[in-house]
């Protein structure tokens, strides 16, 4: 039995919960909003379609309801609107998230958190100073949805499987993200050297970014929202922590001078698994990206230092 609670019915939240159930991951979802008629009518939409899937249940509930949970996953919060930096939702989504963690956890003190909503470095921090949840415990969905869309990308300039892309982004989940290209390869093959194996020209590595960085809000722009890439990532962490062995992914935890970065939360490699974050994966980056990774820390400290948290 695997219960995960959903603090947030919203398109991301409910989009988590489908997800969820279709991927068979959990037997038990409760998806608490403080709009209870969209909560209901989310998980009774979902769950008239269970006869075809693992079989599972769903309701809208309340923090109590939360209790025994193995995973609290947290999107509540302002949705970012077109044009918006995710910076820019910080005070009102501290706000809700400060409201939200006496709430949930003293109903679900053992669970493993994973905080989803914008900014969700910033939320992430603040979930740690404020929660009394040990570190391990409290993770940020951070770049795995930015890697999610590199991976993707890099998969579609040389013609090749998804699986074959090794690559993360790493830094802030926001404009000042990175890819630490020394780490990068295809089934092996360097980066620098995936054009003639692969019969295609070299990607350029600015371009690349750039598009990672901006794809969020060219789907913003287009459709109103993400929810759809940002929900399979998510589930892919849950189902790390409940089925799977440790896994090396990038998500956003406290930093306690790793590369010279402290007393913030970003992304860099961590092993996830059954007791949540079992520790960093450290891997060696150059000097350079080991100052972009800096930078990104000191923009994220910038913001944190404005806020009330």
């Known amino acids: 039995m695997n219960k995960i609670s959903i603090i947030g019915a919203g398109s991301v939240g409910s989009t988590i919960a489908y997800t969820l159930t279709v991927m068979g991951i959990a037997s038990e979802i409760v998806m608490i909003d403080i709009n209870t008629a969209k909560a209901e009518g989310e998980a009774l939409d979902i769950?008239?379609?269970?006869?075809?899937?693992?079989?599972?249940?769903?309701?809208?509930?309340?923090?109590?309801?939360?209790?025994?949970?193995?995973?609290?996953?947290?999107?509540?919060?302002?949705?970012?609107?077109?044009?918006?930096?995710?910076?820019?939702?910080a005070q009102t989504n501290v706000n809700i998230t400060k409201s939200i963690i006496p709430e949930i956890t003293k109903h679900a003190p053992d669970a493993i958190y994973i905080i989803v909503s914008n900014p969700v470095d910033v939320l992430t921090y603040t979930?740690?100073?404020?929660?009394?949840?040990?570190?391990?415990?409290?993770?940020?969905?951070?770049?795995?949805?930015?890697?999610?869309?590199?991976?993707?990308?890099?998969?579609?300039?040389?013609?090749?499987?998804?699986n074959n892309v090794h690559s993360y982004v790493f830094g802030e989940h926001g404009d000042s993200s990175f890819v630490p290209w020394s780490l990068a390869n295809i089934s092996g093959i360097?980066?620098?050297?995936?054009?003639?194996?692969?019969?295609?020209?070299d990607v350029n590595y600015d371009e690349i970014e750039d598009f990672v960085r901006k794809s969020g809000g060219q789907v913003i722009q287009r459709k109103g929202a993400t929810f759809y890439a940002v929900a399979i990532s998510v589930c892919h962490i849950c189902e790390r922590i409940l089925h799977g062995i440790d896994t090396a992914m990038p998500v956003s935890t406290m930093m306690h001078g790793e590369y010279g970065v402290d007393d913030v939360c970003l992304s860099t490699l961590n092993l996830v698994g059954k007791m949540g974050v079992r520790s960093k994966v450290n891997v060696p980056l150059t000097e350079e990206?080991?100052?972009?990774?800096?930078?990104?820390?000191?923009?994220?400290?910038?913001?944190?230092?404005?806020?009330?948290i």
Do not use: H, W
């Open 127 to 162: 979930f740690c100073k404020l929660s009394g949840i040990p570190e391990n415990r409290i993770i940020g969905s951070g770049t795995i949805i930015d890697t999610s869309r590199l991976r993707a990308k890099l998969s579609e300039c040389y013609n090749v499987s998804q």
């Open 190 to 201: 360097p980066m620098d050297e995936c054009g003639k194996f692969f019969g295609t020209p």
């Open 289 to 308: 990206e080991q100052v972009k990774l800096r930078r990104s820390a000191d923009a994220l400290k910038q913001v944190i230092n404005s806020l009330e």
């Open 47 to 89: 769950i008239q379609g269970t006869p075809f899937c693992n079989p599972c249940s769903i309701y809208q509930g309340s923090y109590e309801d939360a209790e025994g949970s193995d995973i609290v996953i947290l999107t509540s919060g302002i949705a970012r609107k077109p044009g918006q930096t995710r910076l820019e939702l």
